[in-house]
């Protein structure tokens, strides 16, 4: 069983309630200090297990008790033969030190990761314990020095010490409270009431014995109830906020400390009042009076201008992180929320990150041309309003910061495809007309995102030039989205690449090959897939991922796609007429499922060269399924409804899972050559293509691993039940030319694979 805060302390109040009864029955100090020992055992244990940031504070707090009890005992061992009243021992330096790490240790927690010293709350401590100090020199220290005489070589008088410490401590907790996140800390209520037990038995037993006797039952009490205390906060939970810094100052915090400031500053005047307040004279005390209170009315006064400030200054920092003409907030609320988010006080989730969402408005600018500024205005109001509200329902952060711009920050999230999801649904959001001065306008915009694992100030100003460089992109291939990719930033010089490929279309430069797809059980070729190759007449044969990226995201793309469509059916129908029966696959684009008709497209191929629906395959990469879920799936239901057969391209590269590609009833499933490859030596992507193909058979979905080099690799996949697989073990891409020679070869070659096996 875990031992808890809230267990440990109702035990140690247990346990202190027992102290008398067991004085009674002579075993108090084994009582005390097995409880004390125990106490600081948990101590060191929790403040090990938490290992809270930072450390080193937690570490002086533990060394402190266990000084403490380290001279509780050698203490108990002198007060038998008197030796502890009569002169100082090793016990005052263990006392001392303890008292001396406890102080370090709250001034380090004070001061951890501040960019400067933080005054503010640090003469408010001093107060506190100057009050302290001057109300324990009246009631305790000065007795002693009346009664003994005042050398530093007497005990009595070093002693003096603990209880003084013991305030100074009192005041750097009243510091710690106001320059760190303790205030909203829970853990901090413990080591106030640790603090604070350890003070009362020390200012008790100077008070009663000049800290010379044996200490009475009360005194261990106290002490004891210390101990436990400070068990108790190195096993809380918010131990570590102890130790954040403040993001902000919080103007009622300020107002509480101004609060806090008049019995601060009566506390050692009430206490010299009541002390003599018999051996006034009457005049004396009505002065005494009058003057507490001038000074309250006075400090109320203080107090009243102060709130009266203090609201002023909300209402302005309100107005200062409020967009002016949407209402919405402004880019200074959004570096509020980075810095909350930097100093705040739970960790982010493992394996989560933050985005940064840029959306621009298309077409603003002529907007405005057209219909004026002021219904430009009511527009921009009203696109923000629904933003806004669809922010705050998701928990996410939105801004507008400049004209049409806007930003959403969305912190630890789990995946980045929920990241582009989002993105696309507020596509959806906008799809909804706005009606303003009864004039309907639909309103589209491009968006640009930039992710980051951690997040620091940096890191921040770094998202939102990345997220301006890929809202450009997205503006330019008009894709609508982009995600910003280092690789795609990079200063290479591509741009012969859009330039010349429209000449690479009209002088016949693409060219199509064709990669066998082979059934592994019969070991026989049942189709093919289209990949192009562009014959450069100066570069040479230039492969698709040379020039693909660059013309993805323009209408370059679906040029190449029709290039593509209309010469696999042709060459369908040339190697039909040579009894050649192969089904084709074609790739395409996010771009063609989200902006073009596809699927009239295929019809008119397919027609046009008389090739039947389902000779004719459409591979569609795993990323491209799930950007727009409702739009694809109706897309691939009405080629489907053709007769065209559907597959997954890159499968395992992406977020989503095989139940949800199921809805899009696949027929095909393609194993990413990344998990194929490694499959013989990774155990990992065994077990990745074993699960996929377990469950793909329980969903009636046929796969084919991509990639397969190794006759090794092959004989694993015939062992799982693979349905298909295609690499350069059984062909790389060839000219149409040179498909029905491929053909053949692979049949003849199927006795050998068997002789391998």
Same mark, same amino acid.
């Given at each position: 069983?875990?031992?808890?805060?809230?267990?440990?302390?109702?035990?140690?109040?247990?346990?202190?309630?027992?102290?008398?009864?067991?004085?009674?029955?002579?075993?108090?100090?084994?009582?005390?200090?097995?409880?004390?020992?125990?106490?600081?055992?948990?101590?060191?244990?929790?403040?090990?297990?938490?290992?809270?940031?930072?450390?080193?504070?937690?570490?002086?707090?533990?060394?402190?008790?266990?000084?403490?009890?380290?001279?509780?005992?050698?203490?108990?061992?002198?007060?038998?033969?008197?030796?502890?009243?009569?002169?100082?021992?090793?016990?005052?330096?263990?006392?001392?030190?303890?008292?001396? %790490? +406890?102080?370090?240790? *709250?001034? =380090? &927690?004070?001061?951890?990761?501040?960019?400067?010293?933080? #005054? !503010?709350?640090?003469?408010?401590?001093?107060?506190?314990?100057?009050?302290?100090?001057?109300?324990?020199?009246?009631?305790?220290?000065?007795?002693?020095?009346?009664?003994?005489?005042?050398?530093?070589?007497?005990?009595?008088?070093?002693?003096?010490?603990?209880?003084?410490?013991?305030?100074?401590?009192?005041?750097?907790?009243?510091?710690?409270?106001?320059?760190?996140?303790?205030?909203?800390?829970?853990?901090?209520?413990?080591?106030?009431?640790?603090?604070?037990?350890?003070?009362?038995?020390?200012?008790?037993?100077?008070?009663?014995?000049?800290?010379?006797?044996?200490?009475?039952?009360?005194?261990?009490?106290?002490?004891?109830?210390?101990?436990?205390?400070?068990?108790?906060? %190195? +096993?809380?939970?918010? *131990?570590? =906020? &102890?130790?954040?810094?403040?993001?902000?100052?919080?103007? #009622? !915090?300020?107002?509480?400390?101004?609060?806090?400031?008049?019995?601060?500053?009566?506390?050692?005047?009430?206490?010299?009042?009541?002390?003599?307040?018999?051996?006034?004279?009457?005049?004396?005390?009505?002065?005494?009076?009058?003057?507490?209170?001038?000074?309250?009315?006075?400090?109320?006064?203080?107090?009243?201008?102060?709130?009266?400030?203090?609201?002023?200054?909300?209402?302005?920092?309100?107005?200062?992180?409020?967009?002016?003409?949407?209402?919405?907030?402004?880019?200074?609320?959004?570096?509020?929320?980075?810095?909350?988010?930097?100093?705040?006080?739970?960790?982010?989730?493992?394996?989560?990150?933050?985005?940064?969402?840029?959306?621009?408005?298309?077409?603003?600018?002529?907007?405005?041309?057209?219909?004026?500024?002021? &219904?430009?205005?009511?527009?921009?109001?009203?696109?923000?309003?629904?933003?806004?509200?669809?922010?705050?329902?998701?928990?996410?952060?939105?801004?507008?910061?400049?004209?049409?711009?806007?930003?959403?920050?969305?912190?630890?999230?789990?995946?980045?495809?929920?990241?582009?999801?989002?993105?696309?649904?507020?596509?959806?959001?906008?799809?909804?007309?706005?009606?303003?001065?009864?004039?309907?306008?639909?309103?589209?915009?491009?968006?640009?995102?930039?992710?980051?694992?951690?997040?620091?100030?940096?890191?921040?100003?770094?998202?939102?030039?990345?997220?301006?460089?890929?809202?450009?992109?997205?503006?330019?291939?008009?894709?609508?989205?982009?995600?910003?990719?280092?690789?795609?930033?990079?200063?290479?010089?591509?741009?012969?690449?859009?330039?010349?490929?429209?000449?690479?279309?009209?002088?016949?430069?693409?060219?199509?090959?064709?990669?066998?797809?082979?059934?592994?059980?019969?070991?026989?070729?049942?189709?093919?897939?289209?990949?192009?190759?562009?014959?450069?007449?100066?570069?040479?044969?230039?492969?698709?991922?040379?020039?693909?990226?660059?013309?993805?995201?323009?209408?370059?793309?679906?040029?190449?796609?029709?290039?593509?469509?209309?010469?696999?059916?042709?060459?369908?129908?040339?190697?039909?007429?040579?009894?050649?029966?192969?089904?084709?696959?074609?790739?395409?684009?996010?771009?063609?499922?989200?902006?073009?008709?596809?699927?009239?497209?295929?019809?008119?191929?397919?027609?046009?060269?008389?090739?039947?629906?389902?000779?004719?395959?459409?591979?569609?990469?795993?990323?491209?399924?799930?950007?727009?879920?409702?739009?694809?799936?109706?897309?691939?239901?009405?080629?489907?409804?053709?007769?065209?057969?559907?597959?997954?391209?890159?499968?395992?590269?992406?977020?989503?899972?095989?139940?949800?590609?199921?809805?899009?009833?696949?027929?095909?499933?393609?194993?990413?050559?990344?998990?194929?490859?490694?499959?013989?030596?990774?155990?990992?992507?065994?077990?990745?293509?074993?699960?996929?193909?377990?469950?793909?058979?329980?969903?009636?979905?046929?796969?084919?691993?991509?990639?397969?080099?190794?006759?090794?690799?092959?004989?694993?996949?015939?062992?799982?039940?693979?349905?298909?697989?295609?690499?350069?073990?059984?062909?790389?891409?060839?000219?149409?030319?040179?498909?029905?020679?491929?053909?053949?070869?692979?049949?003849?070659?199927?006795?050998?694979?068997?002789?391998?096996?």
């Amino acid at each position: 069983m875990k031992l808890d805060w809230k267990t440990c302390w109702l035990l140690g109040l247990l346990a202190t309630g027992c102290l008398p009864l067991l004085s009674k029955l002579g075993l108090r100090d084994s009582w005390y200090f097995l409880i004390a020992l125990l106490s600081v055992g948990v101590t060191w244990l929790g403040i090990w297990q938490q290992r809270p940031a930072p450390f080193q504070p937690w570490l002086k707090f533990a060394i402190a008790i266990s000084a403490q009890c380290l001279g509780g005992l050698i203490e108990a061992n002198t007060d038998a033969s008197g030796a502890f009243g009569m002169q100082l021992s090793p016990a005052d330096l263990c006392l001392l030190t303890g008292h001396l %790490a +406890l102080m370090s240790g *709250l001034w =380090q &927690l004070a001061c951890h990761q501040q960019p400067q010293f933080p #005054r !503010h709350g640090f003469f408010q401590g001093w107060i506190l314990a100057t009050s302290l100090m001057l109300i324990g020199w009246q009631f305790l220290f000065l007795p002693t020095i009346v009664h003994h005489g005042f050398s530093l070589d007497r005990p009595q008088i070093f002693r003096m010490l603990y209880p003084s410490l013991s305030f100074i401590e009192l005041g750097m907790l009243l510091w710690l409270w106001t320059s760190s996140a303790a205030y909203a800390s829970r853990a901090f209520i413990q080591l106030c009431l640790a603090t604070l037990f350890f003070a009362i038995g020390e200012s008790i037993f100077h008070g009663t014995s000049n800290s010379l006797a044996v200490p009475h039952d009360i005194n261990l009490m106290f002490w004891l109830l210390g101990y436990v205390s400070f068990a108790s906060v %190195a +096993l809380h939970p918010d *131990l570590a =906020q &102890l130790g954040q810094p403040r993001a902000s100052e919080d103007d #009622r !915090h300020a107002n509480h400390i101004l609060t806090l400031l008049l019995p601060l500053a009566l506390l050692f005047p009430v206490a010299l009042l009541l002390r003599y307040f018999q051996a006034l004279h009457p005049a004396t005390i009505g002065i005494l009076l009058g003057f507490f209170i001038v000074f309250i009315i006075g400090w109320y006064q203080l107090r009243t201008t102060m709130g009266n400030i203090i609201e002023v200054k909300q209402q302005l920092q309100q107005q200062n992180r409020t967009d002016y003409l949407t209402g919405v907030p402004n880019r200074n609320y959004l570096e509020q929320v980075v810095e909350q988010s930097i100093y705040a006080s739970r960790k982010p989730l493992p394996h989560s990150l933050n985005a940064m969402l840029l959306m621009d408005i298309d077409g603003f600018k002529a907007f405005n041309n057209i219909f004026g500024f002021g &219904l430009g205005d009511l527009i921009l109001k009203a696109v923000a309003k629904r933003l806004y509200h669809d922010s705050k329902i998701h928990g996410d952060h939105f801004a507008r910061v400049d004209g049409d711009e806007f930003i959403l920050l969305m912190l630890n999230v789990p995946e980045k495809a929920m990241v582009e999801q989002q993105a696309w649904h507020i596509h959806q959001l906008l799809e909804q007309p706005f009606v303003v001065n009864g004039l309907t306008a639909k309103v589209s915009c491009s968006i640009g995102i930039s992710t980051a694992d951690s997040f620091t100030k940096h890191t921040f100003a770094n998202m939102q030039r990345e997220s301006e460089r890929a809202l450009l992109w997205a503006k330019e291939s008009q894709s609508q989205v982009e995600c910003y990719q280092a690789m795609r930033d990079k200063t290479t010089d591509k741009s012969w690449v859009i330039s010349e490929f429209r000449q690479a279309i009209y002088h016949r430069q693409i060219v199509v090959y064709y990669q066998a797809k082979v059934h592994l059980q019969t070991q026989t070729v049942f189709g093919v897939e289209a990949l192009v190759r562009w014959q450069h007449p100066v570069r040479g044969l230039i492969m698709p991922g040379e020039f693909v990226p660059h013309i993805e995201n323009t209408d370059l793309i679906h040029t190449l796609f029709k290039l593509v469509l209309n010469e696999s059916t042709r060459q369908w129908q040339q190697w039909h007429q040579q009894q050649l029966e192969l089904t084709i696959a074609v790739n395409v684009s996010a771009r063609d499922l989200m902006n073009f008709d596809l699927v009239k497209e295929m019809e008119h191929a397919l027609q046009k060269h008389a090739m039947p629906a389902s000779c004719i395959e459409v591979e569609i990469t795993e990323s491209s399924a799930i950007a727009d879920p409702r739009r694809v799936k109706k897309l691939l239901s009405a080629l489907i409804a053709l007769g065209v057969k559907i597959s997954i391209d890159d499968y395992g590269t992406g977020y989503s899972s095989l139940l949800y590609l199921q809805q899009l009833s696949l027929h095909y499933l393609k194993i990413d050559q990344q998990f194929i490859r490694e499959m013989h030596q990774d155990a990992c992507s065994l077990a990745i293509v074993r699960s996929t193909l377990e469950l793909a058979k329980n969903l009636n979905i046929e796969v084919i691993a991509e990639g397969v080099h190794a006759i090794t690799v092959l004989q694993q996949l015939i062992g799982l039940g693979c349905y298909g697989a295609q690499g350069f073990l059984f062909s790389p891409p060839v000219a149409a030319s040179d498909v029905a020679a491929t053909v053949k070869r692979i049949a003849a070659s199927r006795y050998e694979l068997d002789q391998a096996n």
